[in-house]
């Protein structure tokens, strides 16, 4: 079983700043793509940010300019930086993985913001 393990996860008030962090296997890391969703009550899973392993990013505009995601590979990690939170941006994100039609999940983390 592929684990994804998150972290990081909080409450904050509106203006804050939370990084999250997922760790996962090594070849896992090394040969997917990487990145983070998330579910607020009541909605669809989105998505909020991934990287590949050269190191693209990509960015839900809702998040852009205010998310940072990025990977360090001796640690396997993979991480999202969020600053100028918003009460809307309160989810549980979840670490994604996937090649092709290969998804990988962790177990999500609550960020909840405050107004």
């Known amino acids: 079983q592929v684990q994804l393990v998150e972290s990081g996860g909080g409450l904050v008030q509106a203006g804050g700043s939370l990084r999250l962090s997922c760790v996962a296997p090594?070849?896992?890391?090394?040969?997917?793509?990487m990145g983070w969703y998330r579910q607020a009550p009541g909605k669809q899973r989105e998505f909020v940010s991934n990287?590949?392993?050269?190191?693209?990013?990509s960015y839900a505009e809702s998040v852009k300019g205010r998310f940072a995601i990025s990977r360090d590979s001796g640690r396997r990690t993979v991480y999202l930086q969020m600053n100028e939170l918003k009460p809307e941006d309160t989810a549980i994100y979840y670490c994604g993985a996937r090649r092709g039609s290969s998804w990988f999940w962790g177990r999500g983390t609550q960020v909840t913001v405050s107004s």
């Open positions: 090594g070849t896992i890391f090394e040969n997917y793509v």
């Open positions: 990287m590949s392993n050269l190191g693209s990013a």
